[in-house]
């Protein structure tokens, strides 16, 4: 059974820094791109950042600048370093993976439980 762990949430103030790391466990064949996502409160899920499994990445504009998205392979993890916080990037933030596990042989999209990160001004 595949699995996508997030932690490293919290509260901090604005300008301030965190970063969340996500974890694939399981039964793993592959995988694909990974990516984060965040939702906040009476809002759609948004897309955060990707990155491909050769290390391509791709930012919204919201956070182009302050946000790092980077993966470890042989830990199956990603993570995304924020900087510059601002109270609009509160929300609950979701990793998400596109994983191939060892049966059956077929990509399939992950997601994590979310990690609440809030912002305060």
């Known amino acids: 059974q595949v699995q996508l762990v997030e932690s490293g949430g919290g509260l901090v103030r604005a300008g301030g820094s965190l970063t969340l790391s996500c974890a694939a466990s399981?039964?793993?064949?592959?995988?694909?791109?990974m990516a984060w996502y965040r939702q906040a409160p009476g809002k759609q899920r948004e897309l955060v950042a990707t990155i491909t499994s050769g290390g391509r990445t791709n930012y919204a504009d919201s956070v182009k600048g302050r946000f790092t998205i980077s993966r470890d392979n042989a830990k199956k993890m990603v993570y995304l370093q924020m900087n510059s916080l601002k109270p609009e990037d509160t929300a609950v933030y979701y990793c998400?993976?596109?994983?191939?596990?060892?049966?059956?042989?077929?990509?399939?999209?992950?997601w994590g439980q979310g990690t609440q990160v809030t912002v305060s001004s």
């Open positions: 998400n993976a596109q994983i191939t596990p060892t049966t059956p042989l077929r990509e399939f999209p992950y």
């Open positions: 399981g039964s793993i064949f592959s995988i694909g791109s």
